[in-house]
């Protein structure tokens, strides 16, 4: 049986290298937290979960994005990840990748496919 598409939040609602959305998912049989950004005018879906341990990402709410807006970093430990493949480029995660999620926009929507 086919999981349902979800509303994650309205397009505007991410604009490029800003504030991400936090949601939760069910993957794997749990419920855990997630996140949608948008970079290079593309959205990006992840669990909100550093590969090196599982702390979630943000530095306050939403914030995802370095000071520089080009790359994702773990506010805990610095691991620092491409937002358009969740690779680790820098940190003691190097080499791996944040899950990522599938996602679509359509209708000036974002939806968790």
């Not at 993957?27 to 979630?56: M, P, T, W």
Request: with cysteine.
């Amino acid at each position: 049986m086919a999981v349902p598409e979800r509303l994650i939040c309205p397009s505007a609602a991410l604009v490029n290298g800003g504030k991400g959305m936090r949601f939760t998912v069910d993957f794997q049989g749990k419920a855990r937290a997630a996140f949608a950004i948008r970079y290079g005018d593309k959205v990006y879906a992840y669990l909100n979960s550093c590969a090196h341990i599982s702390v979630e990402l943000d530095w306050l709410e939403g914030e995802f994005f370095d000071h520089s807006k080009l790359y994702l970093i773990c506010a805990t430990h610095g691991a620092t990840y491409e937002p358009e493949s969740g690779f680790c480029v820098l940190g003691p995660c190097r080499g791996q990748r944040l899950t990522a999620l599938p996602v679509a926009e359509r209708e000036g929507q974002v939806l968790l496919l």
